[in-house]
């Protein structure tokens, strides 16, 4: 071992070496458990399946005589088994899973109940077959010792509970539910009971729910238990959806206000939270005269109670009172205000250095509870507006949303950055009196909070510059005076952290700005910032929001030379930027200025600095190109950029002639193939059937024995009928330059040039009918030679020394590149050459 390095600046104290002491232990800790599991050979032997069983074998044996480990494998896996032999699943591993979950573990048990759901969710057999085969297996455990097990199995019976008919839930749930909801029954088999019972209560008819549910959900009501209680409790509003409003107000009602006044404070709580839910189905009578004396009576022992009451108060106040608005009398509406500000400020009195509630100073345990009730109440805020009106805003709630925006810890603040918008569209044309509140939550140290603020930023900007109103104030920035200084600060804070999701979120959303402050102002504070964090932030994400707001700005900047010097910035700086990272960010610019401008624009500034960089150095920003260029050629407008067209097309030629990195060559391929096969397309059927049968000519010229007699079309020794029969001919398609590259040995087109050339190559083929003659020649090298000839049928690819060359050639050209070449047509005239 190496000996053990310490620096000069380790502290030799006591406690620091204590500590270093602790670490080392730590260590040794973690390392143990390393050496435990190495397997010995007559574990990894007891281990070892033989490779030559199928899936089902091999489950079935481990489920036999394999360890734990390997059953809850197979259990884990029985998905896929059933998606793939459903049958032979069922018939010989499922009955082995049923024989191992007797004595399983809690792993296994909590694996095969998520298997099960899986195998319904997947739907992998019907209903019936599900039913029969795996429900009372469910059944089995769902009253497991585990409390987490039986959890488990039974989230997978409510499930099932959705899917199966009503007889089957008559039979296999309701009927036996009279039993196990006994109080002769174990405590685990009630709850179930109580659970079941509310699922259940929507699947029945009003009379049934009547005569066979209501009975046990009164008696598991009053259970001696308080868990039952409590559960039974919870299902009471599930289950008077399910019986109507009548029944609700004579059987569930008087029930719930028995379990209000219940000695457990969890059913009480239980009873509150279930009457909050039911508010709705009260008439005004009901809630004024039973509802609220029992909500007062809880709210006023709030205080008094343990801080679980006070979390589900605050949770559920905001829907309190907005259930109860109407029916309150003034002073009872602010009470239940002043309750709702006195938890918003909970714990926060000794700070101010008083104390109204005369209680003791919170303990570490408190403090968290009492900061989770006031992140509750900024949940609620929205609803407490409604509940005060926006027009008394100013005066009853602005205190307490100050509080709120304020708060010294961090949920508090970050709930409340989540209901500003909310907040904003509720006060309308008052949105003005919260500005301040605004600029404090984006100049917050807490980059959640600004996080949760800018996700509705430009709504709520949008609302602070317009002042709630339709139409849009001249100047904009009279109602929010410090909004571009938070704004800038708000985006470096951001720049500065590692959380480069929230600087991404942040750019993208400032791309609202042109609405809210004037160009100049985006122009001097926020633009130029964009092209700085495209040429040095090191997260591409980041650098694409910046380029894509830039281009948005740019979109929205109606000065001339300002435009002009951004955009000589972006070709200058970045497309002709040393690093080819630049160059890469240049083309995502592009991408979004054909998104974003018209094709003109695009056309005129960036059209062609765009196809330059077909010469790149580097074959990423080559490749780029190319996936780029379908939508760069979509941007010309035919005629009037034909000569653009002309040089996008020289760019692709370049490309297939001269492309030596492999993949940015079979990006051009294919960008040429769906080009032709477009093409192909939008061709007449006349046409293609004529392509047809040039193409069957082609393959018999390809398979003809050399011995045929070649005549060169145009030599002195061709005679008339051979002219003739060489007018009459057909010409196939002429191999497109796009199908290959030239062969370095005919690459120059002066070498191509002089007496020799000869204006293709004709086979005369005799013996099939009538003789066809095959010619071939490629536009895409066209000259004029050296003697001055001006045929238009002049090739490169005719100086080839003799025939046999020609005919391979062409072979090749069809094997190589058939799919990339263009169907011409032509008329072939002989004519002898000169002396």
Same mark, same amino acid.
């Given at each position: ?195 079941? &019972?509310?699922? =259940?209560?929507?699947? /029945?008819? *009003? ?5 066979? !549910? $209501? %009975? +046990?959900? #009164? @008696? ?54 279930? &009457?909050?839910? =039911?508010?709705?189905? /009260?008439? *005004? ?5 039973? !509802? $609220? %004396? +029992?909500? #007062? @009576? ?538």
């Amino acid at each position: 071992m190496h000996p053990l390095l310490l620096s000069a600046e380790m502290d030799f104290s006591q406690n620091s070496l204590f500590g270093y002491i602790e670490d080392l232990q730590e260590l040794t800790i973690i390392e143990r458990p390393v050496r435990r599991s190495l397997k010995t050979p007559e574990e990894i032997e007891r281990l070892t399946v033989d490779e030559e069983l199928n899936d089902i074998e091999r489950a079935v044996y481990l489920l036999s005589s394999g360890q734990d480990v390997q059953g809850t494998s197979v259990v884990a896996n029985l998905p896929v088994l059933m998606r793939q032999n459903p049958a032979e699943t069922l018939r010989r591993v499922l009955p082995k899973v049923r024989e191992v979950l007797h004595v399983a573990g809690v792993e296994m048990q909590l694996t095969a109940a998520a298997s099960f759901l899986t195998i319904l969710q997947e739907e992998s057999v019907s209903v019936q077959t599900y039913s029969h085969s795996f429900l009372h297996i469910i059944l089995q455990h769902v009253e497991h010792r585990d409390s987490g097990v039986s959890n488990a199995w039974l989230e997978t019976l409510l499930s099932v509970i959705e899917s199966l008919p009503k007889d089957t839930l008559r039979h296999e749930f309701l009927n036996p539910l009279v039993s196990k909801a006994q109080l002769s029954q174990t405590l685990q088999s009630r709850l179930v009971s109580c659970k079941l &019972l509310g699922k =259940l209560a929507n699947k /029945f008819e *009003a009379h049934i729910i009547k005569r066979e !549910i $209501l %009975p +046990l959900v #009164k @008696s598991l009501c009053q259970d001696v238990e308080y868990e039952v209680r409590s559960c039974m409790c919870r299902q009471l509003d599930i289950i008077a959806q399910g019986i109507g409003t009548e029944l609700t107000k004579s059987v569930v009602l008087p029930e719930l206000i028995e379990l209000a006044r219940d000695e457990s404070s969890s059913v009480r709580l239980a009873a509150f939270e279930t &009457l909050v839910n =039911l508010l709705e189905m /009260f008439d *005004a009578d009901d809630r004024s005269q039973t !509802i $609220l %004396p +029992l909500v #007062k @009576s809880f709210c006023e022992k709030s205080f008094k109670a343990d801080e679980t009451i006070l979390l589900s108060l605050s949770l559920h106040l905001g829907k309190l009172c907005h259930g109860l608005y109407g029916i309150l009398t003034p002073d009872q509406h602010l009470r239940f205000l002043e309750f709702y500000k006195k938890l918003c400020t909970l714990g926060l009195q000794q700070e101010n250095g008083h104390n109204d509630n005369q209680v003791p100073p919170p303990n570490q345990d408190q403090e968290k509870r009492y900061a989770s009730v006031r992140k509750n109440c900024a949940y609620n805020f929205p609803a407490m507006i409604v509940f005060v009106d926006p027009k008394n805003f100013h005066m009853e709630l602005y205190s307490t949303f100050f509080c709120l925006c304020h708060d010294p810890e961090v949920p508090v603040r970050h709930t409340i950055a989540i209901c500003f918008y909310e907040v904003s569209k509720l006060l309308s044309s008052g949105v003005y009196l919260i500005y301040k509140e605004l600029i404090a939550l984006l100049q917050d140290e807490s980059l959640e909070v600004l996080d949760a603020l800018v996700d509705h930023l430009p709504e709520t900007l949008e609302l602070l510059t317009t002042g709630g109103e339709s139409s849009v104030q001249e100047n904009k920035l009279l109602a929010v005076p410090d909004l571009i200084p938070a704004l800038t600060a708000a985006e470096q804070r951001a720049a500065g952290s590692l959380k480069w999701r929230t600087h991404e979120k942040i750019l993208q959303k400032y791309a609202c700005l042109p609405h809210i402050i004037s160009s100049d102002q985006i122009y001097y504070r926020f633009l130029h910032r964009m092209f700085t964090i495209m040429m040095t932030n090191n997260v591409l994400p980041v650098q694409k929001a910046a380029s894509r707001t830039l281009c948005i700005f740019l979109r929205y900047n109606r000065k001339q030379e300002q435009r002009h010097e951004i955009i000589q910035k972006l070709i200058e700086q970045l497309g002709q930027g040393k690093s080819y990272w630049y160059r890469l960010r240049f083309l995502d610019t592009c991408e979004f200025i054909i998104e974003l401008f018209s094709k003109s624009f695009f056309c005129k500034y960036f059209f062609l600095p765009a196809l330059e960089l077909t010469h790149d150095p580097v074959a990423n920003v080559r490749m780029k190109l190319c996936y780029l260029l379908p939508k760069v050629k979509s941007t010309l407008k035919i005629p009037a950029d034909k000569h653009l067209l002309q040089q996008l097309e020289l760019c692709v030629r370049k490309l297939l002639c001269q492309e030596k990195d492999k993949d940015v060559l079979a990006i051009v391929k294919r960008e040429q193939l769906e080009k032709e096969k477009q093409q192909n397309e939008g061709r007449p059927s006349s046409d293609k059937i004529f392509e047809k049968k040039q193409r069957r000519d082609s393959k018999i010229s390809a398979v003809l024995p050399k011995t045929i007699p070649m005549s060169v079309a145009g030599s002195s020794s061709c005679t008339p009928s051979t002219s003739k029969e060489i007018k009459k001919s057909k010409l196939v398609r002429s191999q497109s330059f796009s199908s290959q590259a030239l062969h370095p040995k005919y690459g120059s087109l002066e070498k191509c040039t002089g007496k020799n050339s000869t204006t293709g190559y004709a086979a005369t083929v005799s013996g099939i009918g009538k003789s066809s003659v095959l010619s071939y020649t490629d536009d895409s090298f066209r000259t004029l030679n050296s003697s001055g000839n001006t045929s238009p049928y002049s090739s490169t690819n005719t100086s080839l020394p003799s025939t046999s060359r020609n005919m391979s050639s062409s072979v090749d050209q069809k094997n190589n590149g058939s799919k990339d070449t263009q169907p011409r047509k032509a008329t072939l005239k002989s004519r002898k050459s000169n002396p």
